[in-house]
């Protein structure tokens, strides 16, 4: 069975830090392209970041210098580091295996205070 399975979500204060999981089972996170997005209440998703296989990264402006992703091959999981995280990072966020076209169920991040 092919799946991601997201967790780490939780309510931080503005300038706190997160780190959010993503674990593969059924597919590679290592030999495929990998994608972060978050969905904002009533607003569309949108792309966060990219992974790919030979450790390039891309980021969305609007986090650029504020997150980053990782992966750790041994364990198939991806990483998503959230630093000085603003009320308008909020959101559910989702990774993908853009190869498999193959979503996770989301985690929840709420910045607030």
């Known amino acids: 069975q092919v799946q991601l399975v997201e967790s780490g979500g939780d309510w931080v204060q503005p300038g706190g830090s997160l780190r959010l999981s993503c674990a593969g089972s059924?597919?590679?996170?290592?030999?495929?392209?990998m994608t972060w997005h978050r969905q904002a209440p009533e607003k569309a998703r949108e792309w966060v970041a990219t992974l790919w296989p030979g450790g390039a990264t891309i980021y969305s402006p609007s986090v650029t210098g504020r997150f980053t992703v990782s992966r750790d091959d041994a364990k198939n999981t991806v990483y998503l580091q959230l630093v000085s995280l603003k009320p308008e990072d909020t959101g559910v966020y989702y990774c993908q295996d853009h190869d498999t076209s193959t979503w996770g169920q989301g985690t929840q991040v709420t910045v607030s205070s």
């Open positions: 059924g597919l590679s996170v290592s030999d495929d392209i």
